[in-house]
């Protein structure tokens, strides 16, 4: 025992730096519960520096012991990969037992079977990197030893700040020589009932097949939404039959999680359903290895990400209907290619295209979106040098104003949207221009950046960002041109934003209804351009993301506890006369203080509040 304390001496931590950590394991500090006992979360020092982690603390009620400590550590001492969940530390000291990890923010995979926002091409991910990870564990490189983990299942996957899988919880786990095909007549059955390879319980042989039975039970979870079983009358009930009829009856569209019915490819899902159902084989021989398992994955992912990225809308057949060329003569993949591209619809008054991520983009042609006012006459320029999508070519305003209403036809639903107006300048000097406009009753200004011209050759300005709840939107916008002359326009669009995507909710983002801030209506009046929501769920999102208040001198959002944050502009909080500002498109106040002309070594920070405001 001393010269096994000795191999592992780097990795001992004190108990009262746990216990500071904890807060003298504060109840509050939980955040899950396994067979070994509870875990909190905490911040302390370790052999590799200082950092949040998990701290696991042994009960021995629940049936673990001194075996399953020292064989977790000494299991992820030997064996380290980037898809398992890492060792930080240990203590033993008293009667405690004590486990760290490093911290995976995110939690366990059953957190998200039913997370409507747990995309399919992030479930495949997902069970990707577990399986590397089981791999790995199977078959180590430059190791003579084999890793049977004995307990897979979702709730033994952990998911990072990243959303990367790690695969834990390896203190039921067996060692054995690398060459050793199975292990005879294992005295101490492990794993949880549900779970465990039925050819196991018969005979008694371990391998590591067993393991890949239990992980296609994770695969099929992943795809179905919910646990495997569940439990009545103190009996487990599986739902393994009846998914293994509807595999074999080519029925699994039918029965699959509800909010993934319309994501995925279907090659992606006949390649995925293929390997999970070969996991749970009979004959042991039939089922496959984990590095045939990885490999499927990789196929279904590839799969998916390639139906992702041009992939046709539902109602492309109908929208093709009204394209200014002909398309019938199109096949798929051609058709899918030239919606990267763009092509003229609705009797060539929109341009239609798809992004990489497979959402809808519109530019509506000016000329449809004008409102006609008494005694103004619409002047349009067609010129090589203006060359427009559109075939009535460019809107030259000849007053110093004019309306438009834009209602679109073919949005891609929750998805958060920019607003642009399309256009060039026939003549400027200026680095930028103001566009000033009203948009649902608030006036706003936005600028364009001259030299950032776009791959198509036009410039945009920003009017308005909003999340799509379905096809169609309406918007009258009134715009003022008198700090804008030579202004030529093309028509509006309607651009999703980078990262448009909502992310999966983490396990704290479940609680959202207690983080929705009480004053929340007060909040949206001091919005700078208003905020378009229909259910709080909505909103709560909004504020995640952050908006502007006070005439736009203030961002304001909420941090992943509920907490509100906000980040005063530095027009608001410096001396005006005092530095030199720089316009910056990126900025969220668009533009910055570039340096302080009174004192030009100053570099300037300042502290509002200690909940969350700041200066920038």
């Known amino acids: 025992m001393e010269s096994f304390m000795k191999e592992f001496e780097h990795l001992q931590i004190r108990l009262k730096e746990i216990l500071l950590a904890t807060n003298n394991f504060d109840e509050a500090r939980v955040i899950g519960h396994g067979g070994f006992g509870q875990v909190y979360s905490g911040k302390l020092s370790h052999f590799k520096g200082r950092s949040m982690v998990a701290i696991k603390r042994l009960n021995r009620k629940f049936g673990q012991g001194d075996r399953e400590f020292w064989l977790e550590i000494t299991v992820l001492t030997r064996h380290k990969h980037e898809k398992l969940i890492a060792l930080l530390g240990f203590c033993i000291e008293f009667d405690e037992m004590i486990l760290v990890y490093e911290y995976a923010s995110n939690g366990s995979l059953d957190r998200y079977l039913k997370s409507s926002v747990f995309t399919w091409t992030q479930r495949v991910k997902t069970c990707l990197d577990a399986a590397i990870g089981v791999s790995y564990l199977h078959d180590a490189k430059g190791s003579k030893e084999t890793i049977i983990h004995r307990d897979i299942k979702s709730s033994n996957i952990l998911l990072d700040a990243y959303w990367n899988a790690k695969v834990s919880d390896l203190g039921l786990s067996k060692i054995v020589p690398a060459n050793w095909q199975q292990i005879g007549l294992v005295s101490n059955p492990a794993g949880t009932p549900g779970y465990s390879d039925p050819v196991f319980l018969k005979t008694y042989f371990l391998t590591k097949k067993s393991d890949v039975y239990s992980f296609g039970l994770l695969l099929l979870e992943i795809l179905f939404g919910k646990l495997c079983f569940d439990k009545r009358d103190g009996k487990i009930h599986s739902f393994v039959p009846m998914w293994q009829e509807s595999y074999e009856q080519n029925t699994l569209q039918e029965i699959i999680f509800d909010y993934l019915k319309q994501q995925i490819d279907k090659k992606s899902l006949k390649t995925y359903s293929d390997i999970a159902f070969r996991c749970l084989r009979e004959n042991l021989e039939e089922r496959p290895t984990m590095p045939e398992v990885v490999k499927e994955l990789e196929t279904a992912l590839t799969y998916q990400k390639l139906y992702e990225r041009v992939k046709l809308p539902k109602d492309y057949t109908e929208m093709l209907l009204t394209a200014a060329d002909p398309m019938n003569d199109r096949s798929e993949s051609e058709l899918e290619m030239l919606l990267l591209k763009g092509i003229l619809v609705d009797n060539e008054k929109t341009w239609f295209s798809r992004n990489i991520n497979g959402d809808n983009c519109e530019i509506i042609s000016i000329a449809a979106c004008l409102a006609s006012t008494a005694n103004e006459s619409q002047r349009f320029v067609k010129s090589p040098e203006y060359s427009s999508r559109f075939a009535v070519g460019c809107y030259e305003p000849s007053r110093a104003k004019f309306k438009t209403h834009i209602r679109t036809q073919f949005l891609s639903p929750h998805i958060k949207y920019l607003v642009n107006l399309v256009f060039k300048i026939t003549k400027n000097k200026e680095q930028y221009i103001v566009i000033e406009h009203e948009c649902e009753g608030k006036k706003r200004t936005s600028y364009s950046f001259l030299p950032g011209e776009r791959e198509d050759g036009w410039l945009t300005a920003e009017l308005y960002r909003f999340t799509s709840h379905q096809r169609t939107i309406d918007l009258e916008i009134m715009f003022y041109t008198k700090h804008c002359p030579n202004l030529l326009v093309e028509g509006i669009e309607f651009q999703p934003e980078k990262n448009a995507h909502m992310q999966p909710m983490s396990h704290k983002e479940t609680y959202w209804k207690e983080k929705l801030p009480a004053d929340y209506e007060d909040i949206i009046k001091w919005s700078k351009d208003g905020v378009r929501w229909e259910t709080t769920k909505d909103l709560y999102y909004i504020f995640r993301r ?42 969220r106040f668009e533009e910055v203080a570039d340096y302080c002309i009174t004192f030009p070594n100053l570099i300037y920070f300042a502290s509002l509040d200690p909940n969350c405001y700041h200066l920038k």
């Open 546 to 587: 952050g908006v502007l208040l006070d005439d736009g001198e203030e961002w304001f959002s909420l941090d992943i506890d509920g907490k509100k944050c906000v980040t005063v502009s530095a027009r608001e909080a410096l001396e005006e006369d005092k530095w030199k500002w720089t316009y910056l498109a990126e900025s």
